[in-house]
């Protein structure tokens, strides 16, 4: 019979750290922390099967269920010593969820769950706080309703607000246990008249709701959201986790706390962690007060009032730093732990591996490495790939004289330019038009992340670095200040005020979030310098991969920087983008205007010049490293202006005929330009295009031949091949080009010729056409489109309700489809081998920078990945993680 | 060693009528003759090799070919007893294409060669007939110099204009040998102007000079054009044949003409041909004078004047029929004929399987198979599929009084109404451009194919029923009307006159081609009954064909046809086109503008009755045969208006609001909407449109059930599908609402649904997608489209440079693409049967229509075809073709 749940605590468990799949990862860790010895409040988990079950079956649970947890509530009973339900000495739990993969703060959590006015009676009278007693009913009363019963926040602000008016109050702390006594009756008169029934006082309908909850919130907005922005998969399922409750509001002597054993935003190796006195541990995540450091050298630091951890309760301190230890040595990586001080002893309540910047986390797993924790290896293995274009984000320019406005928690490092917008939606919708904003809010929840995503940076008011805009920044890599505690956001107003000064919505500011300051104005922005760790992994990395890099750039300076970031060559250097020069389009249009093969012959004589210069510069960057030439390959009208206004326009800027223009872009006018006059169907009808970038390509190429020596190799692609003749055809032409340059220059040229393969039809008949080609480059770009059947200009009408649906598992312009473009392309790998044994064989998609591509890419034997300068780094990191499981230990 | 010439003639030959590809089809079947013992001239057969090694070698011939023709020719002196080049009596040839496939008025030919000062005066001196030997000789200088020296008939023109008006003739024939004479050497002398050199007089230099214009004539724009529309391979090549000259034109006992088995045009049994008396052969092709019939009967009937050859000449007549009788019977085939008598000596210059109509090649098939001749399964395989469309031509409604303006030769059956065009450009471009036009000319020529194509009807004023317009005609199924003679055409006024009334271009005129008759305004046109031997020949094909035949139709009347025409079902019934009625657009507009799925509900339940009512007569016109509805395809864009003035004119007409409907339509806008929002993706976003659909369909075969007792069993089709997952949860709630349907009717319903494969990624995942279909069909419209990257509405700008180019072998629209296309069709119905065997296979793409199409469809084992209703009698023969090979003799 399945084992729907498993328990644990009082030095032993069911379960353990490998059971991340079927207990979550947070039951996993709890079990894993209860077997090491460490103070784990007894508890039990409820399986991922037991969702999965749950969504499978019509949203019913396995009938064997209600007694497992009747027998685990049992069980913990013994090991507690106190009985759910008992008026003299109730047992509390807490209920969270746990899915295999974290997702803080997508969850819904239920605190000090068994609580009635029975109970909360036994609590006051045992604890000897009948406050505490009262305030945790009230708030266990409010998120229970909240979360459970769907009876929001708002039915009960005016309850509280109305006692300390009555009272004259000004803060919560003021009420005494009666005043929460009336408070408790009046929010549960408050949700009788909200659900027309009373709350629920049986602490086991209590557990069943909450559980329910738990699995309800599987399937919520916020948790779809996140899943898709996280790639993970919905069949996952989350576990349910059941713990005794322990508080960390009991006194002075209490606290609750959020730590890492390094710091997740630099990866120093220094203790990191924020912590209340006389709170619970929400109060430190929501961020509604301010944490304090728990380290003495932290505090002293941040120059903070009050003590750190480790001055007010220093025993503590040991132990926590005795379990930091232990963690870190176990899971050999830096933990993100939560704890809760009752009365003096400490509790362990979780542990995960800590999030990290990218910066932290190359630090990290270098220290990790010469610390001989970890193999080279598995430092490799160990830093997120994708993250890592965290790095290359940019920072403001040393040189920018700044205006700091106010300063707040170095939340997430790199730094923004933004206007000003206070409204998530407003932010989303600034966002998606793709204006810069910059998102200013007191504290951010979970309900947020559609405007927090879209923006370029955060900024709070409230809540340190574990709050939620600092998890998600960092997670997002989003530059982000926390806590600037001198801004006063009138929401009404728009606007804020700090030191004196108010900032307008729309008005633009700049942030920077590893150094925790608000500026006014835009600052300029530069590309950090990538040394250090950065190097040290990526050599580590290098070493390891079979992939070559390569990076899709035809701007010198993009070129440059697709070097530096160790870009191996040019996989797609796209010679259309160099037609849009105001200097060029003029003659770019006049061969388009042309109604002969003479009049384009002699407009594209005037282009020739400049490419040759283009060419040139780009060999000249890349030296003897391999550069791949697209020919021209958008539809010709994507040259000419649309309507007869701009038409219009253009003549009287350029002296060509108004008329001639407009008839001729009519002319040239698809229904689907993706599918339609394009790519080398152009110079199947129009030799005379090809001709003259052949012309350019190797003329530049003598050039750099005669200066240096050596001439570059350049490699030359036809686009939007479909039979074997066009690049045969095409093939003789350029060829003719060669012998042409070489005898009018004396310089020996050598040279490849290849296609992309980026239609099913090139992908079926890659063996024939493969007899022709000396490379193949996949273009999943358009083999996405074509094999799909998914226009990517207009896919966002639906393919949001697609993923979110589950039809697709991942948006497929993203990732690469392995099942059905990732078919074509291996089909196409093996049919060219098979006719062409060792044929080169490249991805230039940008496909090329996602991690998961790279690994596909890997898998099927390709030579090279090819992708934006920025993303080079990505997929070196990639090619990396993907050789890694098929090296000798 | 390679033979590449082969001699015929003197009651043997080298070569024989299986040698066709070699030989060409004129050379083999002069071989065959030669070998059967019939009067043809010797000569011999340079082999179609040559003319392929030609271009493959950059136009040189073979090395050996010179001394081959050499020898051929001194045999061929032999044979016929005269000297090539000797003065005294001189052997004169002709110099003929001939390829594979005929290719009639395709090919240049040349006669009297050979002829020069001495050799035209030996001539002059032997016939005792010097005006035949200059008039001979002139014919020879302008054949020549404008088929192999580029100097066109405008050069010689006002020579003999002048000569006549010198001598004050009306007719050529008034000329005296002196006279031609004079025009041969005015006409030299002309040539010496033309080119600086003089016209050649050396016999084997004039010999070389008409083999390599064949050879060349095998590139020529018409003879690319023809190719083209006849689906014959560059590849091939033509033959060149040299044959001794018999003359038709030395006298009153001299004749040439051209003769048919059988009628070519009703396929009666009855010898049918024109004659000339005292002509050369070209004289009756080209239509310059109107020859005689060869029957009396038939010269009787149509009334003419003059002489039919039975009667003119009753022994050349005699041996005329049988050889008609020996040919036929040898052949087991109508033959087409060419022969010239020679002062009373019959010669053969020719024989073919003769060209017909459709309705000829159907009788003839099957008066072949009656008088068993022939079986018949090859009566089956001897009609063209391709070709009965033309009996699907409209004919005049015999309601409709007709103004008949004049009459001419029936020369192609089938009616057609146009405006009145004279100038080929001009019909090329109106008919282009959707106009319909009637070509109307003197006569017409190679040169005119491309006007001649884009007409709907032919009507010349000159030539026979074996003129150039009038074969063509026939050949692509074009009503044609020649020699009404009636009509004086006035080129410079744009007009034609005939019997008193003025026709000008632009004016709507009939034909109707089995008539003969010319028909003022516009005549109404109606379908012809089929029946007779269509109905017997189209019985022996269901006999033998495999794949069931479907049609493409959703209107009553279409379906109506459809099931006329032998449809066994429909295979595609597009919902969407039963949107666009004025009374629903409206409510469909409606739906599109809802802003939630309550008013698109709304909207929709406007629509329902009038699907319901749409399938319940279909289901009532189908009966019991299978009827597979599309669900709603095209992005909901295609229903709304587009310009912000469209949609003010419409929001006046409904009532709309034009601001609304003018941003929905931006907002529906799509750049790409061939891969855009359309199909299943619509549904997956707003399932109540095919919830809608689902309920119209089940209610309508519930009513019918009610009515008849068994309800109709709906073939249900989701189209543009490219998961298992989108598939899966459109069936589930089609399935859900026949459930409700059930239980709101009490009527049992059964039904399967299936897909539409019409994207690479549905072919290859085929194997998951058939676990929720019942039935597959493909789209390979859309499967053209989007693996060869082709729209269907731009790729117009280059298709045919694709074609001629011999990229594409042909258009990949009409006929599959095999190598592309097809390995998707067959990798999808591969998968698709091995998940789910007997999984039923059909295609529902315009290839459904297409003889080729349809034999790979047989190929790969597809259940059914689907075509719209005027193809499905081609689809079923073609059907029958294909199964015959397979079958056990």
Excluded at 229 to 238: F, Q, V, Y
């Amino acid at each position: 019979m399945t084992q729907w749940v498993y328990a644990f605590g009082g030095g032993t468990a069911d379960g353990e750290s490998a059971m991340r799949n079927l207990l979550g990862g947070k039951g996993a860790n709890l079990a894993e922390m209860a077997k090491l010895g460490l103070p784990v409040p007894p508890g039990f988990t409820i399986t991922t099967e037991v969702c999965t079950a749950f969504y499978a079956n019509g949203r019913k649970y396995p009938a064997a269920l209600e007694a497992h947890v009747r027998g685990a509530m049992t069980a913990l009973e013994a090991k507690a010593g106190k009985t759910f339900g008992d008026p003299a000495d109730p047992l509390l739990v807490s209920v969270r969820s746990g899915a295999r993969a974290s997702m803080p703060g997508m969850m819904d959590t239920v605190l000090n769950l068994g609580l009635n006015d029975e109970t909360a009676a036994g609590l006051a009278a045992l604890s000897g706080d009948a406050r505490f007693a009262y305030d945790s009913y009230r708030r266990f009363i409010q998120m229970y309703s909240d979360v459970v019963l769907g009876v929001g926040h708002e039915h009960f602000e005016e309850i509280l607000e109305t006692t300390k008016e009555d009272n004259e109050y000004r803060y919560d702390t003021e009420l005494t246990a009666d005043d929460w006594k009336g408070v408790v009756a009046a929010y549960k008169a408050a949700v009788q008249k909200a659900l027309g029934k009373p709350f629920p006082t049986d602490p086991y309908e209590q557990l069943w709701g909450a559980i329910g909850a738990v699995f309800d919130s599987w399937q919520s907005e916020r948790a779809k959201i996140y899943r898709r922005a996280h790639d993970i998969p919905e069949s996952w399922g989350t576990a349910v986790n059941v713990q005794a409750m322990v508080f960390g509001n009991m006194g002075e002597t209490s606290a609750t706390g959020v730590a890492f054993t390094r710091n997740p935003s630099t990866g120093e190796k220094r203790y990191y962690g924020e912590y209340l006195i006389n709170a619970q541990g929400e109060d430190v995540v929501a961020g509604i007060r301010t944490p304090k450091p728990i380290t003495k050298q932290t505090r002293e630091e941040m120059k903070e009032a009050g003590l750190s951890l480790e001055e007010a309760l220093p025993d503590v301190y040991r132990d926590l730093v005795a379990v930091f230890e232990k963690l870190e040595a176990h899971y050999r990586d830096v933990q993100d732990i939560e704890f809760t001080v009752e009365r003096g002893t400490l509790y362990i309540l979780q542990t995960r591996s800590g999030k990290r910047t990218a910066k932290a986390a190359l630090k990290i797993a270098v220290d990790l490495a010469q610390e001989e924790v970890i193999s080279q290896h598995e430092a490799v293995a160990r830093v997120d790939a994708a993250q890592m274009e965290q790095l290359l984000h940019f920072v403001i320019d040393p040189n920018f004289q700044r205006d700091v406005i106010c300063t707040g928690l170095p939340a997430s490092p790199g730094a923004a330019v933004g206007r000003v917008t206070f409204n998530v939606d407003e932010a989303e919708r600034l966002g998606n038009a793709g204006v810069a904003v910059i998102l200013v809010r007191n504290e951010t929840t979970p309900k947020d992340i559609h405007g927090m995503r879209a923006a370029k940076g955060l900024l709070t008011a409230r809540g340190g670095q574990t709050s939620h805009a600092a998890v998600v920044a960092r997670m997002w890599g989003l530059p982000c200040v926390c806590g600037a505690s001198a801004i006063r956001i009138d929401e009404k107003a728009k606007a804020f005020q700090a030191n004196g000064r108010t900032i307008r919505e729309g008005d633009m500011i700049s942030i920077d979030g590893a150094a925790g300051e608000v500026i006014a104005g835009e600052a300029e922005l530069v590309q950090p310098e990538l040394a250090g760790d950065y190097e040290t992994l990526m050599g580590w990395a290098d070493q390891v991969r079979r992939l070559k890099v390569r990076a899709n750039a035809e701007t010198p300076s993009d070129v440059k920087a697709a070097k530096d970031f160790g870009a191996e060559g040019v996989g797609l250097c796209r010679t259309e983008h160099m037609f849009f020069d105001p200097e060029r389009i003029v003659a770019v249009r006049e061969m388009i205007l042309a109604d002969s093969a003479e009049g384009r012959v002699a407009a594209l004589a005037k282009i020739l010049p400049f490419q040759r210069g283009d060419f040139l510069e780009i060999f000249r960057i890349m030296g003897d490293l391999p550069v791949t030439i697209r020919f021209l390959d958008p539809p010709l009208h994507e040259f000419l202006p649309h309507s007869e206004e701009e038409c219009e326009d253009v003549a009287k800027a350029t002296g060509a005929d108004a008329k001639a223009l407009f008839a001729r872009a009519q002319e040239l006018h698809e229904t689907n330009p993706m599918l339609g006059f394009r790519g080398c169907r152009l110079a199947i009808v129009y030799p005379e295009i090809y001709e003259m970038q052949a012309r350019a390509v190797f003329e530049a190429a003598a050039e750099l031949g005669k200066e240096t020596g050596t001439a570059p190799a350049p490699e030359i692609m036809i686009p939007f091949v479909v039979t074997a003749k066009e690049l045969a055809a095409l093939r003789v032409r350029v060829e003719a080009v060669a012998r042409d340059v070489q005898d009018e220059t004396g310089v020996a040229l050598v040279y490849q010729i290849g296609t992309m393969i980026e239609l099913p039809r090139a992908a079926l008949r890659a063996g024939v056409i493969a007899a022709h080609a000396d490379f193949f480059s996949f273009g999943t770009n358009d083999l996405t489109q074509t094999t799909v059947g998914l226009s990517r200009d207009d896919s966002g009408k639906f393919l949001g309700a697609y993923v979110d649906k589950g039809i697709f598992e991942k948006d497929p312009f993203v990732t690469i489809d392995p099942d059905g473009v990732g078919e074509m392309v291996k089909i196409a790998a093996q049919r060219g081998r098979e006719a062409r044994p060792g044929l080169k064989l490249g991805i230039c998609g940008e496909h090329g920078g996602d991690p998961a591509s790279v690994a596909f890419c890997d898998a099927i034997g390709l030579d090279y990945v090819s992708c934006s300068p920025f993303r080079v780094p990505i997929a070196r990191l990639a090619a990396a993680q993907a050789a890694l499981p098929k090296m000798k230990p």
